[in-house]
């Protein structure tokens, strides 16, 4: 628990720096290289639909570059969604684990539960509330925005699961002590981060 926590730290730090610089071309680097290493760990795991993965994993790395190259405000904004996905991951175990009945795919996934997706969904919603609290120019739709992402995360989570299932496996590495591989950390922000963009696009364009 202790080196998953340092881990977790590290990690965050590492997220922390690269938003707080605000360089183009560290992020688009940085981006690129888990990009790389998520797909290597998809081949050598030998999980199934190639091309699939490939798109799985670099459209989230296209929209992640796109929306930095193209938005105002665009690095805030990206740590603001990867901390949802982040907040949505945590508060979905700790209310799941501690409250969870009412399996959802315990096939595939058999710690995901309702209790649990409500209880990420929650602090999606809170996390909202508190980023239009902070600025009164975002529009309340934002909470929507992040609660989409939340429910998107899960099945981010839960498709790579799938994959890992079918594969035999627990983790897809060993590179991040305690949490596993590139694809285990990033498995929620490959759904949840392009939904989010996308929906923020949509949403500006019909200026709701």
Known sequence: MLLRLLTALIIASAVFLVIFLKNFWLFFVVILLVCLAAYFEWLSNAFKNKLFGFFLIFNFGFWSIYWISDQFLAYIFYGIFI??????????????????????????????????LIGGLFSSALLGFLVILYDGSISNVFILVLIVGGISAFFGDLLISYYKRQAGVKDTGTILPGHGGILDRIDSHLVATPVIIIMWYFLEYFQL
Not at 87 to 92: E, S
Not at 105 to 112: L, M
């Open 83 to 116: 901390l949802n996905t982040a907040v949505f991951d945590t508060f979905a175990y700790v209310v799941g684990s501690n409250f969870g009945k009412n399996y959802i795919a315990k096939k595939i996934s058999p710690n995901k539960t309702l209790e649990g």
